[in-house]
């Protein structure tokens, strides 16, 4: 798989359900950020984790970080309608270049 | 709490037009950058900018682009003449530190370009 690859495509769970999203990458890296991107609007950054961390969480949202699977997890608990939208996870490289690698991202359809 | 802001927000021109895309970033980041993403695909890296210079480019960045910092506050991606397939939604981005990957880069809106 690509650096930066999400899993599932897309997601689609009931109100009130926790969702999780899979992140897999290739290279090594100095961090993983979680983006949310709603329909045809901005990128708006979520958590950031850095390698030597294993677990963030930053209110509903908790994410995780295997360094030696080179994956990550994001988990939204007690989604919301307002939570639908496109999940990334994006990478850097671990020679300190500035520019990040996204992912196709999770499309995720929280139903009411 | 600071955005990155972007403007215009949408914008039409022409097949070998020139763009400028603006972008003020956050007021005290030091790094700043431009990312596309084109309909139903990725968001791409384009450029990274720091101390007035370019730090970094994809392949993308060609001769075509060209970035500038031209006062304090905006920073601006230029597209000399335009191609159809540079229809896009460009992102700038700014992070506070001087290593841009280590740290959180924040977003803009974006612009949508559309080129015909």
């Known amino acids: 798989s690509q650096q930066g690859e999400e899993d599932p495509q897309a997601l689609s769970i009931q109100e009130g359900e926790n969702a999780t999203m899979n992140c897999s990458y290739k290279t090594s890296i100095n961090n993983l950020q979680w983006y949310r991107q709603n329909s045809g609007r901005g990128l708006v950054h979520l958590i950031l984790i850095r390698s030597n961390e294993r677990e963030k969480h930053s209110g509903r949202l908790r994410v995780t970080l295997d360094t030696s699977k080179k994956s990550s997890s994001l988990l939204i608990t007690a989604s919301r309608a307002a939570d639908t939208a496109s999940y990334f996870c994006a990478t850097d490289a671990f020679g300190g270049a500035d520019g990040l690698t996204f992912g196709k991202g999770t499309h995720l359809i929280i139903q009411p | 709490e600071p955005e990155v802001t972007q403007t215009p927000s949408h914008q039409v021109t022409q097949m070998g037009q020139e763009v400028i895309l603006r972008c003020v970033p956050i007021?005290?980041?030091?790094?700043f950058y431009w990312y596309r993403q084109i309909l139903g695909q990725k968001v791409e890296f384009l450029v990274s900018?720091?101390?007035?210079?370019?730090?970094?480019k994809s392949e993308i960045f060609d001769d075509q682009f060209s970035v500038e910092r031209p006062d304090g506050s905006n920073f601006t991606l230029k597209i000399r003449s335009t191609k159809l397939e540079d229809s896009a939604m460009y992102f700038c981005a700014s992070s506070r530190m001087t290593s841009g990957s280590q740290e959180t880069q924040y977003f803009g809106p974006g612009t949508r370009l559309l080129v015909l």
């Open positions: 007021s005290n980041h030091l790094y």
């Open positions: 900018f720091y101390n007035n210079e370019i730090s970094e």
